[in-house]
């Protein structure tokens, strides 16, 4: 066998590549002449052979054209069409092409099996190009290194050799492309663009409060419900220490419908109060969105009543695309004409007229009023779709992205836009989403290929860092996803305040926990089916909330006693199935999705189908008159407190009745006591009834003038509250017969007290109040009521509570009913309240108690509470052995 020389006469003679073999070489004997030519042919060999140096000169030029490959191996091998670098970077086709002399076609097979051309070696036996590709594979793995491979490790063992084996696989055009068209503008194609669009302009059909406490959303066109979540309730399950985790919530829901215009928006006030509803053609409506499970069901009707009555402020004549309530007490608009308006919410939101107040010819109108109002400032913005709206409370700045690929900050407290950003500020790349950090001096945004930028505002200090060809750019990509996942579209984000900890969603719905100094993602799960919208910060966890009508709380606060660090809660929101899901785009909207805002006319996600049959809320069937006039009168009857108004409003209900004989026999004062013998003085028709073989039981309590009665119906535990209004409680007014007040609350109850001068309804004992004129039923659940106690005059009443296990509590509250103020005493350990009286004189209260080893009867000052102690009688008990029978 003879080796052969890596320079040699041979090395790039034809000779030695046989046509049917071109990647291999077979070395031949020849006679020892052939070697002594070679040796004595005038060849220079003190330098290299010009055919190389030509080669050489060639792909050195080319590095510098295309720089460095990421993982330092040199400049990436061409397909003889387009040649693509490992960083995505096309290298010219003619460049990439040899000589096609046969020389030249030897040297490319000799190069192929020996490594490449000849380089100079230095004293640490590498090249000069291999030590500057180090240097260049090290700047770039700060970004496509470090980062670039996150996403890649979470990949499962399938995927990886899905992966290994289709690397096997030779491609016809190379792979190189779909690097190149991974990060940037083109790594969303237009009709996945649109799509996302599309998807994202649906999130303004649901809303949220900053504390999560309250969730809204469509039902309709004409329809949304509002979802109580009471996570400050139900957050003890998941608060720390707390034994038992919840897995289900059973929220409160509150329905409204019958809306006078056609929904387009939504967003709840940060009290989560009320809900604000942006219409088609322009205007704001206004609806409570109060829980109602403490009213009783005239209250809940009088809300609707004053809302349909409600003056309504137009804000635009187009539709309103998007609502938000800022902190500072403004709204923030934007119609479809592309202006950004901003408005005092004392203005914009106007306030239900008071039922008191309301006249005839409101309650008659058809249609509540509309009023215009002028805004603060406004701005315009473009593109055909809003994508997010980023409120930041503490800096009062607020960003707004739309899809014209531009994005609007802005301050919230005047309205003024400081600075627009646009797609060259992104790594030409369509911005999603932002989130302020660093004091506001910063924004991270999210991307819709994956990635997560980080760059200064205007007047700060610029961000520093390296892009994906490891060059020195004013943004910092805080996260880039793996080159070989799909493009996943960040679609929300939001930072912890004073910690490095984001939350991101994409538009598959996967939610993301990422450290932004470590660049490390720390909790990944996909818990939506469609694109995450919206976090909320609560101080239960995090409320994460989906474009498929879903809200899911997780990561709750951790403490060392903390028992369910996994555990979570599911809300679910109510579907509105009238939505069409077919994106519907303007003819004038661009590839990337930009369009200007006269060119919009359809806005993509609001076109709807035939609207279902609105649901009836059965509770509230037959509560209101038909006649708007009497039920107008009928609502100001129940909240009127002054006598001489109660009289007035019942005349009025008698002579619209047609009853006027009736109405002149009232008398001009109330409250008047008939001489002679008993006469009726009115009647009224419940809604009691007594069903054959059922034990019942009404028990009745009527006002020291007689007008008002309040029955309690006592039925069989069997009898459902739908057939005869079991366990609970109606007020009724005997002189027009109407019904004023019912509470569905079961009341456990012996008799009834009616004051009629402080309008209020006192079981005994008195665990729930009811407050005549309001209709709220008040209750403590924390420390339920045993006994109660009302003074002579009654103007106190005094409340006996049962005490907690292991804790010492004040057993009595005495409560004003003048004024209803509250003062507590008698604090006792481990006790109940067993029995309450007052003496006949007034001055002294008797009070009985049950305590661990005794019982008592004290004596106590009505009005300071202190105690004295009349007599005590021990309890001696023990705990009986085992072994007795």
């Known amino acids: 066998m003879i080796a052969m020389l890596k320079n040699g006469p041979f090395t790039y003679s034809s000779l030695w590549l046989p ?3 071109p990647r291999y070489q077979i070395i031949i004997f020849v006679p020892m002449i052939s070697l002594l030519i070679g040796c004595g042919g005038g060849v220079d060999y003190s330098k290299p ?7 050489v000169a060639r792909q050195k030029r080319n590095q510098k054209a295309v720089g460095p490959a990421v993982d330092g191996t040199g400049a990436a091998k061409s397909d003889g069409k387009t040649g693509l670098t490992q960083n ?18 030897g040297s490319r097979s000799t190069e192929a099996a020996s ?9 640490s036996g590498k090249t000069a190009a291999e030590i500057e590709a180090n240097k260049d594979a090290n700047r770039a793995n700060t970004v496509a290194g470090n980062a670039g491979g996150l996403l890649g490790k979470l990949k499962t063992d399938a995927a990886k050799k899905k992966e290994a084996k289709a690397a096997t696989i030779p491609a016809s055009d190379s792979g190189a492309s779909q690097i190149a068209a991974r990060f940037g503008q083109m790594a969303v194609s237009p009709v996945k663009w649109l799509e996302l669009v599309s998807q994202l302009a649906r999130q303004f059909f649901v809303a949220s409060t900053p504390d999560g406490n309250s969730l809204a959303a469509s039902t309709g066109e004409r329809s949304c419900e ?25 929220p409160i829901h509150i329905s409204v419908a019958g809306l006078p215009g056609i929904i387009n928006s939504l967003e709840l006030t940060n009290n989560g109060q009320q809900v604000l509803v942006g219409t088609t053609d322009g205007r704001l409506l206004v609806r409570s969105a109060a829980s109602t499970a403490d009213w009783d069901l005239f209250a809940r009707d009088l809300f609707l009543f004053q809302d349909e009555h409600r003056r ?18 403004q709204i923030l608009t934007i119609d479809a004409n592309g202006v950004c308006a901003f408005w005092k919410t004392d203005t914009a939101v106007l306030p239900p007229t008071p039922i008191m107040e309301m006249t005839v010819e409101q309650a008659s109108a058809a249609e509540a009023e509309t009023v215009t109002v002028t805004p603060i400032s406004s701005f315009p913005v473009s593109g055909f779709e809003v994508l997010s709206i980023t409120i930041d409370e503490k800096h009062q700045l607020g960003a707004i992205v739309t899809s014209s690929l531009e994005v609007y900050v802005f301050h919230t407290a005047t309205g003024e836009l400081i600075q627009t950003l646009t797609i060259d500020l992104f790594a030409d790349t369509q911005p999603v989403c932002i989130e302020f950090v660093a004091d506001g001096t910063e924004i991270i945004a999210g991307l819709a290929d994956g990635r997560i930028l980080r760059r200064a505002l205007t007047g700060a200090t610029a961000v520093s860092g390296l892009n994906d060809q490891g060059e020195t750019v004013d943004y910092d990509l805080v996260f880039i996803p793996d080159l070989k996942d799909q493009v996943s579209s960040i679609t929300s984000i939001r930072s912890v305040p004073d910690s490095h900890t984001i939350y991101f969603g994409t538009i598959d719905g996967t939610v993301v926990r990422f450290d932004t100094a470590q660049k490390r993602i720390q909790q990944l799960k996909k818990r939506h089916k469609g694109p ?12 994460s909330i989906g474009i498929d009508r879903q809200a899911q709380l997780f990561d709750p606060p951790q403490t060392p006693l903390s028992n369910s660090p996994n555990a979570e809660l599911t809300f679910q929101l109510p579907l509105d199935e009238t939505l069409d899901e077919a994106p519907v785009v303007d003819d004038s909207a661009t590839a990337n999705g930009a369009a200007t805002p006269k060119s919009r006319k359809t806005r993509s996600a609001t076109s709807r189908v035939a609207e279902k049959a609105a649901d009836v809320d059965l509770s509230l069937a037959g509560i209101r008159p038909a006649d708007s006039e009497l039920a107008l009168y009928a609502h100001q009857l129940r909240s009127a407190k002054e006598p001489a108004k109660q009289l007035e409003l019942r005349k009025l209900i008698l002579r619209h009745r047609g009853e006027n004989s009736l109405a002149d026999s009232l008398g001009t004062e109330p409250a008047e006591v008939p001489e002679g013998p008993p006469m009726r003085a009115g009647e009224a028709t419940t809604q009691l009834q007594f069903p054959a073989g059922d034990w019942s039981r009404v028990m009745l309590s009527i006002s020291d003038d007689g007008t008002t009665v309040a029955a309690l119906h006592r039925a069989a535990g069997d009898q459902t509250d739908q057939q005869t209004r079991a366990r609970a409680v109606s007020l009724f007014d005997l002189t027009t017969g109407t019904a004023l007040r019912h509470w569905t609350q079961s009341v456990p109850t012996q008799s009834l007290n009616l004051n009629a001068s402080h309008h209020v309804l006192l079981p005994s004992p008195a665990a729930i109040r009811f407050w005549n004129t309001t209709g709220l039923a008040e209750s403590d659940l924390l420390l339920p009521v045993c006994a109660t106690a009302v003074s002579a005059d009654a103007n106190t009443l005094i409340l006996g509570r049962m005490g907690v296990t292991g804790m010492a509590d004040p057993l009595l509250t005495r409560l004003n009913l003048i004024d209803r103020t509250e003062t507590k005493g008698m604090e006792l350990f481990e006790a109940m309240t067993t029995a309450v009286a007052f003496t006949n004189a007034g001055d002294r209260l008797i009070v009985g108690t049950r305590e661990r080893d ?5 004596e106590l000052d009505p009005l300071t509470l202190i105690q004295q102690e009349i007599m005590r009688e021990p309890l001696d008990g023990r705990i009986p052995d085992i072994s007795e029978d």
């Open 88 to 105: 995505g970077t096309a290298t010219d086709a003619a460049d990439s092409k040899a000589p096609t002399t046969p020389a030249s076609e």
């Open 19 to 21: 046509p049917c073999c």
């Open 115 to 123: 490594g490449g051309p000849p380089e100079v070696m230095t004293a």
């Open 312 to 329: 309504t402020a137009r804000l635009s004549d187009q539709a309103l695309v998007a609502i938000r309530c800022l902190p500072n007490d």
């Open 226 to 250: 509002i979802v109580d979540t009471q996570l400050d309730l139900r957050g003890q399950t998941l608060a720390p220490g707390s034994r038992n985790a919840a897995t289900e919530a059973n």
């Open 49 to 55: 052979d010009p055919k190389i140096q030509e080669i």
């Open 854 to 858: 005794q019982v008592r009867l004290l």
């Open 532 to 543: 995450v919208i919206d976090f909320c910060l609560t101080p239960y966890g995090v409320l």
